[in-house]
């Protein structure tokens, strides 16, 4: 079941970049969800990451080292996402964190709310050129996802 979709302008947009179903004809907003969560089979890592296009870029780098990736649409985790966060985490060692270059405060604010989670969280570090994982190239994605991975003894 649809319960809500988002597109994105590929190239530069002078109006558009994002474009999202209204709230009103959503079963569900992106923010009351966890985008790729029905993908999520359990293993070493999960990994959060800001949007959808940030979690179709890492997903088959993820799924190849045995993690998992889902987006929480924007900077910040809602109660409801945190509720299906608690949930899911239960089948992962370890969690993981990287959002777009521009946002260290709330990276460490999500990693300090996942603590209470009682798993091991880690930011997953990009290539210093790297300013948002949709854009990244794999092997960055990769290399942030091993170190991540070595610090869980993986």
């Known amino acids: 079941e649809v319960m809500t979709w988002t597109a994105r302008a590929v190239g530069k947009s002078e109006s558009l970049r994002y474009l999202t179903l209204p709230e009103q004809d959503s079963v569900r907003t992106a923010k009351e969800l966890l985008y790729g969560e029905d ?12 949007g959808p296009f940030d979690a179709l870029n890492f997903y088959h780098c993820a799924k190849s080292l045995a993690c998992d990736v889902v987006a929480i649409s924007s900077a910040s985790i809602e109660d409801a996402q ?17 959002l777009d270059f521009g946002y260290p405060a709330q990276q460490m604010r999500a990693v300090n709310s996942l603590e209470v989670l009682k798993k091991p ?8 050129n790297c300013e948002d994982p949709g854009s990244a190239p794999d092997m960055y994605l990769r290399r942030g996802l091993k170190k991540a991975l070595k610090k869980i003894g993986v």
């Open 121 to 128: 969280v880690f930011l997953v570090p990009l290539h210093r």
């Open 82 to 98: 945190f509720e299906r966060l608690r949930v899911l985490s239960k089948k992962y060692d370890a969690l993981g964190v990287c």
């Open 39 to 50: 993908n999520c089979s359990g293993g070493a890592l999960l990994l959060l990451v800001e």
